[in-house]
């Protein structure tokens, strides 16, 4: 098991940033022209905000993640979990931006949602740090929630 805490930090970023460098990939590659056709909300952010707030939202969850496998108490069931979210994260990039599907998107956040409460709760029980890490990614993602169904419902 990864004990070395830098080591495990840098696998844990990796695995973590990947969600984001593949959804990166997607976003760049099938976003326009049609995302700037939609309408949006008028809770919608300006484009630039995405960035450095997944940028941060990421790094915070590396952190959590991390906190937790270096908690006395951790659990390897966990740790899957956070893996198998990872892997909704970057989904909902492709459904989204490269296929156009708004509604399975939709879809994609609710479980990815689902997911993140599940890991929430089971990091208050271990590391109250990796708890509260993850918390703004839980709002950041419910709003998420909100664009993505005004996304449907305008479009």
Known sequence: MLKNKFLSFV???????????????????FKEPWYSQLLKSNYNPPDWVFAPVWTTLYLMMTVAIWLFWHSKNRDVNTIFIYFIHIVFNTTWSIVFFGLHQILFALMVLLVLIFLIIIIIQRFKRVNLVSYY???????????????????????
Not at 17 to 28: K, L, N, P
């Open 133 to 155: 890490l993850m918390i703004p990614y839980l709002l950041w993602t419910t709003y998420a929630l909100f664009l993505n169904l005004s996304l449907l419902i305008l479009n």
């Open 11 to 29: 696998l844990f970023f990796v695995i973590t940033y990947s969600a984001s460098f593949i959804g990166g990939i997607v976003t760049v590659t």
